[in-house]
């Protein structure tokens, strides 16, 4: 079998960027990357829809480490993967990726103070096994081989086209069509004015609205300052910059949101056709980051409305009709191609089975420590970025957390940590992704939950993380130990 210090399961942006932090931190120890896929990216090179990009800054969303150079700072989703593909080969990641392997079965045996994994390879699903002192997966937390889908009644009557955007054809051609979008999310503000191009109407059907704020495409102020300094010295500015200023409006929107509300109303009636029913389309039920704020790169949403390209229609689906949607208000909606953008379906720890020590590991009645490892599971580690900000900048932390870990116990000579939950009352305990999105509601039951007070509980708060994990102490929560192999004296130290 074969062994490696640190094995990383994925190799989407958490996983590659966990392996550069071991090349940077940790240049001693030996890693491999356990990839389902055949090719490097995870959500970007999975989705593939039209416009697909980043909803977040790529000074945030890209590495500390390796600076972002291109002019935009919403990127599409190809200019994400070529990043990632050059940080790869700048780190030399990929002779460490074992492409088209995915990882069954985990077991941790504390006597041997390893984990042997099991894992099944290519087409033929060929089983083998390798092991591994430290476990770290970055799948994330939703399904790569299926979205999520409601019954729609009437579904087999409608006489073209449904897709989900997770699994795009290739071969899907809108222009000259009638598209209706259903859903309200960043996947669907994404579709709409991407489509809305060569497609004869594009219109995004939704039960409820969505909070959606426009914003530039590329940052003036990154440009300045890209421009006057070298790279090593404004990257660090702009992203400090973006990380306050993504803390501030998030602490305002939870804090004052009546003027976030207030502020992105102003934004939408100066944008949208004068008259346009911003209460009942664009206005939700909810406060802003109840949900995940939606964006809109140099408003294309509102100007695809704006040009007629494009509508939001609020209602319900009643049922399918042979040519189109017939909604609850009795109106029908022509489509040629319904785009189904109802969400996720999550998979916590990429649907791998954990056993420790024989007894095999209930995720959901874990507590989350740190928001990165789980009680009573030695040596693991799992990478859940942020829903109020750019998911990197948890993932790392995450990262350099393990790597500082693993430094502690190569100076120590112990081998194993585990969280050690204290007692907590049930009533306190909260599911780990505390968000109210549909796809966190609908799988919920699965999640580790997260306790009232750290290390037990996830900050949504970068700052708060970054004294919490760079400079915390590494003994709180946990019990380090060694193994019957690390406590059994080597015959040097016998021999004196």
């Not at 090349?23 to 039209?50: H, K, N, Q």
């Not at 009644?153 to 054809?169: E, I, K, N, S, Y």
């Not at 090593?232 to 803390?247: E, H, T």
């Not at 502690?408 to 969280?419: A, I, Q």
Request: charged fraction near 25%.
């Amino acid at each position: 079998m074969d062994h490696v210090d640190v094995l990383i399961v994925g190799a989407g942006i958490s996983g590659i960027g966990a392996a550069c932090h071991l090349v940077r931190e940790c240049p001693d120890r030996t890693f491999a990357i356990i990839e389902s896929r055949d090719a490097v990216g995870g959500t970007w090179d999975l989705f593939r829809y039209p416009g697909i990009r980043s909803d977040s800054d790529m000074f945030t969303f890209g590495y500390e480490f390796e600076p972002w150079r291109e002019p935009k700072t919403i990127a599409d989703g190809s200019s994400i993967r070529a990043y990632l593909a050059d940080t790869v080969r700048k780190y030399g990641i990929e002779s460490r990726i074992r492409f088209g392997t995915r990882v069954q079965r985990a077991e941790w045996s504390s006597a041997d103070a390893r984990w042997t994994v099991t894992v099944r390879r290519g087409d033929a699903g060929e089983e083998t096994q390798l092991t591994c002192s430290f476990l770290s997966v970055c799948t994330g937390y939703y399904r790569y081989d299926e979205g999520y889908t409601p019954d729609y009644p009437g579904r087999d009557d409608f006489a073209g086209t449904v897709v989900h955007p997770q699994l795009w054809p290739e071969d899907l051609d809108c222009a000259g069509k009638q598209v209706v979008i259903i859903g309200s999310g960043a996947t669907a503000v994404t579709l709409v004015p991407t489509l809305a191009r060569e497609a004869a109407k594009v219109t995004m059907l939704q039960r409820s609205p969505t909070y959606i704020a426009s914003r530039p495409s590329r940052d003036r102020f990154a440009d300045r300052m890209r421009q006057s300094l070298p790279a090593r010295i404004a990257y660090p500015i702009v992203r400090w910059k973006n990380v306050l200023y993504s803390i501030v409006t998030y602490t305002l929107s939870r804090k004052a949101p009546s003027i976030v509300k207030s502020a992105l109303r102003r934004d939408q009636v100066r944008t949208l056709p004068a008259g346009y029913d911003i209460a009942r389309h664009l206005t939700p039920s909810y406060e802003p980051w109840d949900q995940r704020l939606c964006v809109a790169p140099d408003g294309d949403l509102f100007a695809a409305i704006r040009a007629g390209r494009a509508e939001i229609v609020t209602d319900h689906i009643e049922r399918f009709t042979p040519h189109g949607i017939l909604l609850r208000s009795g109106e029908e909606l022509p489509a040629d191609v319904v785009v189904s953008a109802t969400g996720l379906k999550l998979l916590p720890i990429g649907g791998i089975e954990l056993v420790v020590d024989g007894s095999t590991v209930d995720v959901a009645r874990t507590i989350a420590y740190k928001g990165m490892m789980l009680s009573g599971v030695p040596n693991f580690a799992l990478t859940i970025g942020y829903t109020n900000a750019s998911w990197t900048l948890k993932a790392d932390l995450v990262a350099r957390y393990v790597c500082r870990l693993l430094n502690r116990m190569k100076r120590t000579g112990e081998d194993s940590v585990t969280p050690v939950a204290p007692p907590l009352d049930p009533s306190t305990l909260e599911p780990l992704i505390d968000f109210s999105s549909g796809y966190v509601r609908r799988s919920v039951d699965l999640l580790p939950k997260q306790g009232p007070a750290a290390p037990w509980r996830l900050h949504q708060n970068y700052l708060k993380d970054v004294q919490l994990m760079r400079r915390g102490p590494l003994t709180d929560g946990v019990r380090f130990g060694r193994s019957a192999d690390a406590l059994r004296p080597t015959a040097e130290a016998t021999a004196r």
